[in-house]
Structure formats: structure tokens, C-alpha cells
């Protein structure tokens, strides 16, 4: 199985725990939902019906469980960024998610190959 991976934002403007949940739920799930279900298996308490509905836990309860499950879905994501990129906040703009070129990896992008790549 092909994903293609996009480079550039896949959330901006926030910092809220439910939405960067959401949006990289519903990202790793695109990518592998075996992924996403190794992580709502370590984390269950953010486990919805599906991805689509993760963010409607009660994040006043589990505030922490929240911040090392946005964490763990980064560090899984940042797994599928093929070489010479990442995922994660952009260098400029702190609310600015998604994948991004990496000025400090010696790698070259081939920008024409690295949306088909999947490890």
C-alpha cells in the first residue's frame, strides 16, 4: 500500500489539545489506521468511535493523558516522513503543523518521489 504524503500544513492557528488530537488522528489514520489503533490501545482514554470523534473526550479530566497522546501521534507521524523531511510544528510559526523540509538533515528531497514513499 501507496500513501502519498503531503508536505506543508495540516493544522494552523491552534494550540488546543482536541484539534492537533483530531487533526493527527485523522492524519495517521490516512497514513496507517494500524498506527492509530496501536496508539488509542496505550491510550485509551482518548479512544472515541472513530478518529473523527477523538477530540469529544473530556480533556479536563486527562489533560496530561492528552499532551503524551498529541506526542505520541507526532512521533508515529514523524515515522512516516520520508527522508529530509519531519513532522511537526513549523520552524517559523509554533501553531503551524504538518510535514516540513528539514534545513538540518543532509538529505536531499526529491520532491518529485518522496509522496509515494511509506515505511
Known amino acids: 500500500m501507496t500513501v502519498k504524503i503531503e508536505l506543508g500544513t495540516l493544522i494552523h492557528g491552534t494550540l488546543r489539545s482536541e484539534d492537533l488530537l483530531q487533526a493527527f488522528a485523522d492524519e495517521l489514520e490516512r497514513i ?7 496508539v488509542l490501545k496505550i ?3 482518548v ?9 469529544e473526550v473530556d480533556q479536563t479530566s ?24 519531519y513532522f511537526g510544528a513549523h520552524e517559523g510559526d509554533g501553531a503551524d503543523f504538518g510535514f516540513w523540509t528539514d534545513e ?5 528531497v526529491d520532491m518529485d518521489s518522496f509522496g ?3 515505511r
Not at 496507517?32 to 496501536?38: I, Q, W
Not at 486527562?62 to 523531511?85: F, H, K, Q, R
Not at 538540518?104 to 536531499?108: K, N, Q, R, Y
Open 32 to 38: 496507517n489506521p494500524v498506527a492509530l489503533s496501536r
Open 43 to 45: 491510550y485509551p482514554e
Open 47 to 55: 479512544r472515541g468511535k472513530s478518529a473523527t470523534n477523538i477530540a
Open 62 to 85: 486527562i489533560g496530561e493523558v492528552l499532551s503524551e497522546a498529541i506526542e505520541m501521534l507526532m512521533d508515529a507521524l514523524n515515522e512516516y516522513a520520508p527522508d529530509g523531511l
Open 104 to 108: 538540518d538533515s543532509d538529505e536531499d
Open 116 to 118: 509515494d514513499k511509506i
